[in-house]
């Protein structure tokens, strides 16, 4: 049985693809993958996604240059989410021009969602559209 059967795809055919930083250990996005990014990832050591909005496969860094580097992937105990460790070369994973995708924190009293990462550069450099 290889690794595609022994995976457990949602209903949809996705399985959830957290990536962290090898080098920070930090969680920088979060992104769905179906079995043909799956395979290219694993082939090209370089994050493809399936996007559900545009119904098609991405690769990351293909607009933006913020290319991640796979260094290893995991499966965890219940085979239905993965843990992409990455290389991030240009410190930005998220479209924002941030660090991490996760820069929004809900405050210890639930009241509110404060930013607590500041921007790297400014999105509208990245996306040349």
């Known amino acids: 049985m290889n690794v595609f059967d ?3 795809w949602n209903d949809q055919g996705l399985i959830p693809a957290i990536l962290q930083d090898n080098n920070s250990m930090k969680v920088v ?3 769905w993958m179906n079995k043909e990014a799956l395979s290219k990832t694993i082939e090209t050591k370089q994050c493809y996604f399936y996007s559900r909005s545009r119904n098609k496969i991405w690769l990351k860094g293909e607009e933006s240059g913020n290319f991640h580097n796979v260094v290893s992937i995991l499966v965890d105990c219940d085979i239905d989410s ?4 990455v290389n991030v070369k240009s ?8 660090n991490s995708c996760f820069y929004n924190e809900i405050s210890d009293n639930g009241d509110t969602i404060n930013i607590i990462e500041e921007v790297l550069k400014d999105p509208k450099l990245i996306y040349k559209k």
């Open 29 to 31: 996005m979060m992104a």
């Open 91 to 98: 410190g930005i994973s998220c479209h924002t021009g941030r």
């Open 6 to 8: 022994q995976i457990k």
């Open 82 to 85: 993965l843990l992409v460790k």
